[in-house]
């Protein structure tokens, strides 16, 4: 295994540089600095962290004779976007310019004026089986998932693969994102309180999260609540699953699920955990297929008011394509599709399962599937 993995989005970036500006997002560690420094080695590269650097982009003395210009968390420029574009309009490509950063460029800041036309956006996602299936081919499915389930898919701790040191990285990896991200983002003043939200929702994952609950939890306004969530979000710490309500005469209309990027973070059972592996798998692929391809894909739960509840919906141009069931190792086909079947005829019906000795399908359609095959080979 070589020191560095040719990650998934190397192609279609590489392509796009030609022609816009790339801005690359994700979540802290994804490996988003690696990849720009592995897409050429004629590059010139700033971090907006260091002081150095900073002189260097408000002259605009960069190297003008290299391939790729690597503007490293250039959003915490004020007006980044209005600097950006001045840069493009006047000078163009080459040399070509990827920014990227550890939270939501499009929401990072107020930003002045919009690169509306001249970039492409890619969202760098931790590893999932899929990448590793297709990086590291694997005798192994099974285990590459345990591992995944044990250490997430964060390229640095899954590499190293122990539970010592995922303890140690996951520790420091959250207290950057908190005491140092955070800060840069909000002015945020209950870190502590925070720290604690973050705990609760550790232990909620697979489940609709109520504001006011966790308002009351937490002895804050069902407004602040909110707005932590959309801050936490923003990090790459969470991600929301809404619920789809179309067609559904009984459907909920509210509570949201959220999941971690880093399944290493869940706090339940093996079938939670499992859950959120497939979740992260799903939204990787989603936003792949719409960063690379602009595809228009959506990622729904499902749940009527009898509490009959598909744990994925994926759905294209909000029509469901695939309803997913996971279980760690139930291989009867779940009657929570039942009521769905004959909504959404057109949509495939699965059921994932960590532990299954045969594959099968049934006359209905609903396929029972290997959880690590499946999503090994997963594509839209």
Not at 143 to 163: A, H, I, Q, S, Y
Not at 243 to 248: G, V
Not at 279 to 284: P, T, V
């Amino acid at each position: 295994m070589g020191a560095y993995l040719k990650r998934y989005l190397e192609k279609y970036i590489s392509e796009d540089l030609q022609k816009k500006i790339v801005l690359l997002t994700g979540p802290r560690q994804t490996g988003k600095t690696t990849l720009s420094k592995m897409l050429t080695a004629d590059f010139d590269y700033f971090n907006y962290d260091s002081a150095e650097d900073r002189l260097s982009l408000l002259e605009k003395s960069w190297d003008r004779s290299r391939e790729v210009l690597i503007f490293d968390e250039l959003h915490k420029l004020k007006n980044w976007k209005s600097w950006l574009k001045g840069i493009y309009d006047t000078e163009g490509v080459p040399p070509a310019i990827i920014v990227t950063g550890s939270a939501k460029l499009d929401t990072y800041r107020k930003a002045g004026d919009s690169l509306a036309g001249r970039f492409f956006q890619f969202r760098l996602h931790p590893l999932d089986l899929k990448e590793i299936n297709d990086i590291l081919k694997p005798e192994d499915l099974d285990t590459e998932m345990d591992k995944l389930l044990l250490t997430g898919g964060f390229p640095e701790p899954f590499l190293v693969g122990t539970t010592r040191f995922y303890k140690r990285w996951k520790k420091s990896h959250l207290d950057i994102i908190i005491k140092q991200d955070l800060l840069d983002l909000e002015n945020v003043q209950q870190i502590n309180t925070l720290e604690t939200l973050i705990q609760l929702l550790r232990k909620r994952v697979g489940s609709p999260v109520s504001y006011s609950s966790l308002s009351r939890d937490l002895q804050c306004s069902d407004k602040t609540i909110k707005r932590w969530m959309t801050i936490l979000e923003s990090l790459y710490v969470v991600f929301r699953v809404s619920p789809y309500h179309r067609n559904i005469a009984r459907s909920i209309l509210k509570a949201p699920k959220f999941y971690f990027y880093d399944t290493g973070q869940v706090i339940g059972d093996d079938g939670v955990k499992l859950e959120n592996l497939v979740a992260c798998s799903l939204l990787k692929e989603i936003h792949f297929r719409s960063d690379c391809y602009g595809d228009n894909k959506q990622l729904y739960y499902i749940r009527n008011k009898e509490g009959r509840e598909i744990d994925f919906c994926v759905a294209s141009n909000e029509i469901p394509e695939y309803l997913i069931e996971v279980k760690w190792n139930n291989a009867d086909p779940s009657p929570n599709f039942r009521p769905y079947q004959n909504i959404f005829r057109q949509a495939k019906t699965i059921q994932l399962v960590r532990d299954l000795q045969r594959e099968k399908t049934y006359p209905g359609g609903i396929e029972i599937r290997k959880a690590c095959q499946w999503l090994a080979n997963l594509t839209f």
